[in-house]
């Protein structure tokens, strides 16, 4: 199967998250992918996190849309596949 990326993997794919505290407004993410059936071994990718303390900054709303994947994505869902 392969996602949006195009990146591969295997009905066997298990992805561990992990999220480290470093301070009040740092965070550290971790994900660790293993899958035997694509990689010769686990990976892992780590990136750091900021927030950013803005006095103007705003949430903003999100319309959620059902079903959106189906109509954008709808050639790359395995469902679709010939």
Same mark, same amino acid.
């Given at each position: 199967? %392969?996602? &949006?990326?195009?990146?591969?993997?295997?009905?066997?794919?298990?992805v561990? /998250? &992990?999220?480290?505290?470093?301070?009040?407004? $740092?965070?550290?993410? %971790? %994900?660790?992918?293993?899958?035997?059936?694509?990689?010769? &071994?686990?990976?892992?990718? /780590?990136?750091p996190?900021? &927030?950013?303390?803005?006095?103007? %900054?705003?949430?903003?709303? $999100?319309?959620?849309?059902?079903?959106?994947?189906?109509?954008?994505?709808?050639?790359?869902?395995?469902?679709?596949?010939?």
């Amino acid at each position: 199967m %392969a996602g &949006r990326a195009g990146n591969y993997a295997s009905n066997q794919l298990t992805v561990t /998250e &992990r999220f480290t505290l470093q301070g009040p407004n $740092h965070l550290t993410y %971790a %994900a660790t992918l293993d899958d035997p059936q694509t990689f010769t &071994r686990p990976w892992t990718i /780590e990136m750091p996190l900021y &927030r950013i303390v803005d006095p103007d %900054a705003q949430l903003l709303e $999100h319309k959620c849309v059902p079903f959106a994947d189906q109509l954008l994505y709808k050639d790359l869902l395995e469902t679709n596949r010939k």
